[in-house]
């Protein structure tokens, strides 16, 4: 298996530009999350989805993030306008339903993202 | 409200000797906790978790244990090895929190050969 797959794994920005980063789940995983790594906030989950469907979003920052799961091997992370301060490494992972007692969530590589 | 804590940003020490790095949780609703490492320019890798149910969980190298009435955990890792260089984060979840897993702030650990 691939693991999880992450593009792009560098993006440079300019402040107001549009971001999408994107995400392909580890074959099999029903689960898949969006964590932020920051300096000052360390690794931070911003949303996660079961089965596609969007169970929490608390930690998205700002309407300027969004999120979606078309189908159970994509996953998107958009984010519009961008800002400096949205400058982070973002990681996507996944793992099996909690019930299924193989919760352990696998990373991808993540996408660094520097915004002008 | 940082509900996962690990103290030490840093952590150094000689081959062969005994790492233990150190992680602190206030929510008395988490019940499963795991150790990932990480990399520079890589994702976090999952190396070993413990159920509250437990006290100690071992793997090779790694054990972690869990004190669950100070709320505390530990990875110990013997012997350590130059390439257990790398930043090791807790991370802790509950029934009530389903999925979402809460890390800590991460801990540099450099063995040194």
Redesign the interface.
């Given at each position: 298996d691939a693991g999880?797959i992450q593009s792009p794994r560098h993006e440079v920005t300019e402040m107001g530009q549009e971001v999408t980063l994107r995400c392909k789940p580890i074959s099999g995983h029903n689960?898949l999350?969006w964590y932020r790594q920051t300096m000052m906030r360390?690794?931070?989950?911003l949303i996660?989805f079961?089965n596609n469907v969007p169970?929490?979003d608390s930690g998205m920052p700002e309407d300027r993030f969004s999120a979606k799961m078309p189908n159970a091997s994509f996953s998107t992370l958009k984010i519009q306008p961008s800002e400096p301060r949205d400058s982070a490494v973002y990681?996507c992972?996944s793992?099996f339903?909690?019930s299924s007692g193989e919760?352990?969530?696998?990373?991808?590589?993540?996408t660094r993202l520097l915004v002008l | 409200d940082q509900q996962v804590k690990q103290n030490s940003p840093s952590l150094s020490v000689q081959e062969g000797r005994i790492s233990i790095l150190n992680c602190d949780y206030t929510n008395s609703m988490f019940d499963?906790f795991?150790w990932?490492k990480k990399y520079p320019?890589?994702?976090?890798?999952?190396l070993i978790?413990i159920s509250s149910i437990k006290d100690k969980n071992e793997d090779g190298r790694f054990t972690v244990f869990l004190n669950k009435s100070a709320k505390h955990l530990s990875l110990h890792i013997v012997p350590s090895q130059p390439g257990d260089s790398a930043v090791y984060?807790c991370a802790a979840?509950g029934e009530t929190s389903?999925?979402?897993?809460?890390?800590?702030?991460?801990t540099q650990l450099t063995v040194n050969p």
């Open positions: 999880v689960s999350f360390g690794l931070e989950l996660y079961n169970i929490d990681f992972a793992s339903p909690w919760e352990t969530q696998y990373f991808g590589p993540g | 499963y795991l990932y320019a890589e994702g976090p890798t999952f978790s984060f979840s389903g999925s979402r897993l809460t890390f800590g702030e991460g």
